[in-house]
């Protein structure tokens, strides 16, 4: 496992974060036992970067790993979120407005039991409160010692910036991570979010890199599983033939198309730290297996055309009168 630097800060962390999201759900993941085996297991290959948030499993993750790293705290970097209610109907939750965001944290200290939190995300953008409050805060929040640093998760490109660039003038802390989807099958990123994370210095840590499980390539070899998802809207042909070319390559260079997927989008053009999460051991280990190697221009070539979108105005527009073109000799 190698490290980097989390945006602009000097905070280092994994080249892969592990996603803490199935940890104690009874839905999509597992009890204590096999979450505190995937912990481990994510520890010894190196990683330092583990990403949680309240609302999972109604706050059974965060109570899970403040378990596990109790006799690791210091070597961890431990990420969480607040937005998501939860209070039940409360018009005060699931809001980042001052009195949510203070309640979350003191919540979530007492569930991870902990003194502070390394990185804390916003987890969405709630369109009411303002900036300000906002940002205000979430410095008040580092400047008491609860927070270290900050990221925002699954928000429009110009509250982003425009936060930052608040905070900037301000001299309150800014955002130096930016957690959204992205994948073979999600690349309407690439409009806007993914240039901005670039052009501001902030690291990107993707969630469903691998698209749900339809990039693993599972519902082109089960026809009666693919007619279930389709029918419920979970797959498109779109979709299966993208996994087709992922599988393909997988097979032909000799690894699993997990990891294919994943190395897409390590190798994007922008600072990518994705998030891995598994219901058990083995699952984890697999994706893990992405850091032993790196896709060919050719494979990224071929990846990339299958999966293209329009980027749409106005980056198409400028793109194709405005690129400067080099003078031929």
Known sequence: MEYRLLGRSGLRVSELALGAMTFGSEAMGVEKD????????????????????????????????????????????????????MRGRDVNAGTNSRKNM?????????????????LYWVHAWDALTPTEELMRGLDDLVRAGKVRYLGMSDTPAWVVSRANMMADLRGWTSFVGLQIPFSLLERSVERELLPMAKALGITVTPWGAVGAGVLTGKYNRDPQAKGRAAALGHISERG???????VEIAEKIGRTPSQVALNWVRQADAEIVPLVGARVVEQLQENLGCLEFTLEDSEMRRLNDVSRIELGFPRDFLEQRFRPRRRSR
């Open 102 to 118: 203070m309640e979350s944290v003191e919540a979530s200290l007492r569930r991870l039991q902990t003194d502070f939190i390394d």
């Open 240 to 246: 299966i033939e993208i996994a087709g070319v992922v």
């Open 34 to 85: 096999e979450s505190h085996k995937v912990y481990d297991a994510f520890r010894e290959a190196g990683g330092n970067f583990i990403d949680t948030a309240n609302g999972y499993a109604g706050g059974r993750s965060e109570e899970f790993l403040g378990e596990f790293i109790a006799d690791d705290r210091d070597r961890v970097v431990l990420a969480t979120k607040f937005t998501i209610p």
